[in-house]
């Protein structure tokens, strides 16, 4: 039996907060730097057919400033970020939703997943959600 396209969505959302929140405490993003992309993204949300391309323009300024010698926002991380944004706008095209509520509810996972992560010591990066969980469990 096919999964309900909701559903569908939503294990796309999961996997792609995942290997985002995976790859940023890979390469030591700050939590500051994930909780401004909400911001930044709910800045523009009002404007709803160029917020996600200012949030990408975001996530490039910040991958492109240095502090104490090393990106704000890594390269790998960055790239993530924005293949995934790319990817919510295809899947909010393709299924004629409003792609806002999508990335929001993206965004939203992407914080609880990288705050449930950034105390665990030994976590990989992966693109997958249950992957993420099997690990965070395997290690508590």
């Given at each position: 039996?096919?999964?309900?396209?909701?559903?569908?969505?939503?294990?796309?959302?999961?996997?792609?907060?995942?290997?985002?929140?995976?790859?940023?405490?890979?390469?030591?993003?700050?939590?500051?730097?994930?909780?401004k992309l909400a911001e930044v993204?709910?800045?523009?949300?009002?404007?709803?057919?160029?917020?996600?391309?200012?949030?990408?323009?975001?996530?490039?300024?910040?991958?492109?400033?240095?502090?104490?010698?090393?990106?704000?926002?890594?390269?790998?991380?960055?790239?993530?970020?924005?293949?995934?944004?790319?990817?919510?706008?295809?899947?909010?095209?393709?299924?004629?939703?409003?792609?806002?509520?999508?990335?929001r509810e993206f965004l939203i996972?992407?914080?609880?997943?990288?705050?449930?992560?950034?105390?665990?010591?030994?976590?990989?990066?992966?693109?997958?959600?249950?992957?993420?969980?099997?690990?965070?469990?395997?290690?508590?």
């Amino acid at each position: 039996m096919a999964m309900p396209r909701a559903e569908q969505i939503y294990r796309k959302l999961l996997d792609l907060a995942a290997s985002c929140a995976t790859q940023a405490k890979a390469e030591g993003v700050e939590s500051t730097q994930i909780n401004k992309l909400a911001e930044v993204f709910e800045s523009r949300a009002n404007i709803p057919n160029v917020a996600v391309d200012i949030l990408i323009a975001y996530i490039l300024r910040q991958a492109a400033r240095r502090e104490r010698e090393k990106p704000l926002i890594g390269r790998r991380t960055a790239e993530k970020l924005v293949k995934a944004l790319i990817e919510l706008k295809n899947i909010a095209q393709q299924n004629n939703v409003d792609v806002v509520p999508i990335v929001r509810e993206f965004l939203i996972l992407l914080r609880w997943l990288y705050e449930a992560i950034k105390v665990v010591h030994r976590v990989t990066t992966t693109d997958k959600f249950d992957d993420l969980i099997r690990q965070i469990v395997r290690l508590s």
